[in-house]
């Protein structure tokens, strides 16, 4: 059974930076493409960043130049370099996986103080 499981969320001042980290398990494949979403209070869930397995990335506009996404095929694992944080990126941040189907995380708490 394919698990993906989040890690890294925090409480951070406005500015500072986080990591977050998604680790594969049950899967023996690689997946076309991983990423990670994000889901704020009384908002619908949205694509923050997300990488192919050959590397191409795409982000949300609101995050372009302050966040990285990068995975590690061999791990099964992507990861979200999270920099100059803002309050509006407080949200649970999901990871998602891709190949035929979708996988979810169960999300990681993430929450930016002013």
């Known amino acids: 059974q394919v698990r993906l499981v989040e890690s890294g969320g925090g409480l951070v001042q406005a500015g500072g930076s986080l990591r977050l980290s998604c680790a594969v398990s049950g899967a023996s494949f690689t997946f076309n493409v991983m990423g990670w979403y994000r889901q704020a209070p009384g908002k619908q869930r949205e694509l923050v960043a997300r990488v192919t397995s050959g590397g191409s990335t795409n982000y949300a506009d609101s995050v372009k130049d302050r966040f990285t996404i990068s995975r590690d095929n061999a791990q099964n694992t992507v990861y979200l370099q999270m920099n100059s944080l803002k309050p509006e990126d407080t949200a649970v941040y999901y990871c998602?996986?891709?190949?035929?189907?979708?996988?979810w995380g169960q999300g990681t708490q993430v929450t930016v103080s002013s």
């Open positions: 998602n996986a891709a190949r035929i189907k979708y996988y």
